[in-house]
């Protein structure tokens, strides 16, 4: 029975990893530090696995477990570099660095969310996943209209970084 | 176009640049142990109860004369043998609330209750440590008072000592114990501080949302 178990599991992880893979990509900024939350977050969702029961789907699941990871239970391991220390300073573009171009913009754009702190950058990572409001509301625990509100200023943050 | 439109436009198309695992890559991963503040907090909580414990039973077990000692004034004190029943079912009564505070600890739930059952957690752990810090406290001051009144040489000393003496020499004694809790206290407040440092700046975040 817990090899039938471990086997749909492992299956349906390898599915869907890009889940992991996509928070791992917005809460570390290395490859070490990007295997270590994908090994932490794939434990969590092994844990939680049983109790399972598939009355959502499993992807909608993993993201809950994924960022919860992220956000709350991951201690960074001593070989990673420290994204967090970065937070609530003020990052400012020099004119000189902003280029019209889409590819330049979207550099800076990735850039710019990964200064965002973590509750921001879980509200930004469902919002990018198409997830509506009500969806956002329940994985955070906050009402959709704080959810709304909490997006426009990052809307606005974003806006303010691009254009300093 | 809105800044996070064109970031959404983009993220969609950045599956294919992921390194893809096998099954055989994952199924190693399952064995590894978990890192997580939840793991911790429990082992930082298992070793607490048994400092504690320990600090309470190891002096009445490393020494016979001590021993003998302790189980006569057992014997003839009923207010100290209801003090110390009651110092155990108040261990017993951590050690439930503590095993009931853990297991509501679930990954599953949302954000913000997730923070919630963790710091509720470690609330228990901060009640347990103060009313081992008050316990302490109180204990070092009796037993002080009292190993000054049972030395002859030293009750001798206090006995010539005039008001002003006295309250400087009781001062003086709590004020040791007291800066001695306080040591043990601050050392506990880095402890949990360090450990739950993101966890209490995310778990504000989301609290300063609701405002």
Redesign the interface.
């Known amino acids: 029975m817990d090899k039938e178990l471990e086997h749909s599991f492992v299956e349906l992880l390898e599915q869907h990893q890009n889940i992991i893979h996509k928070v791992c990509r917005l809460y570390t900024n290395n490859y070490d530090a990007h295997n270590d939350l994908f090994q932490e977050i794939t434990i969590q969702l092994w844990k939680a696995y049983p109790k399972f029961r598939g009355d959502s789907k499993f992807s909608t699941w993993m993201y809950r477990v994924g960022l919860n990871t992220a956000i709350t239970l991951y201690r960074k391991s001593k070989r990673t570099i420290n994204t967090q220390d970065f937070d609530g300073v003020e990052f400012k573009m020099k004119a000189e660095d902003y280029d019209d171009t889409e590819e330049q913009q979207l550099k800076t754009l990735y850039k710019a969310v990964h200064e965002l702190n973590d509750i921001e950058k879980a509200l930004v990572f469902l919002y990018l996943e198409d997830k509506d409001y009500r969806e956002i509301s329940e994985t955070m625990g906050i009402s959709e209209v704080n959810a709304r509100v909490k997006m426009n200023r990052i809307k606005t943050k974003l806006k303010t970084i691009l254009n300093p | 176009m809105?800044?996070?439109e064109?970031?959404?436009k983009?993220?969609g198309k950045?599956?294919s640049t992921?390194?893809?695992?096998?099954?055989n890559d994952?199924?190693p991963?399952?064995q590894?142990?978990?890192?997580?503040?939840?793991k911790?907090l429990f082992y930082i909580s298992i070793g607490e109860l048994v400092f504690w414990i320990l600090i309470n039973t190891i002096p009445y077990f490393s020494s016979d004369s001590y021993r003998e000692k302790l189980d006569a004034v057992y014997s003839n004190d009923t207010i100290l043998v209801g003090l110390t029943i009651i110092s155990y079912a108040v261990i017993l009564l951590f050690i439930y609330l503590l095993f009931k505070s853990h297991k509501a600890i679930?990954?599953?739930?949302?954000?913000?209750?997730?923070?919630e059952s963790?710091l509720k957690t470690r609330r228990v752990i901060k009640y347990y440590v103060i009313y081992n810090l008050v316990m302490a406290f109180v204990s070092m001051v009796v037993g002080l008072y009292f190993s000054i009144i049972h030395n002859p040489k030293l009750s001798e000393t206090i006995s010539h000592f005039n008001q002003k003496q006295l309250m400087m020499t009781y001062a003086i004694m709590i004020g040791c114990v007291a800066v001695f809790v306080v040591i043990i206290w601050l050392f506990y407040k880095l402890l949990y501080g360090l450990?739950l440092k993101?966890?209490n700046?995310?778990y504000k975040?989301?609290k300063k949302?609701?405002v």
């Open positions: 809105d800044e996070l064109l970031l959404k983009d993220w950045q599956d992921y390194k893809q695992l096998s099954t994952i199924y991963m399952l590894k142990k978990s890192s997580s503040i939840v911790t679930s990954v599953t739930d949302n954000a913000k209750k997730l923070m963790i450990l993101r966890l700046r995310n975040e989301l949302l609701e």
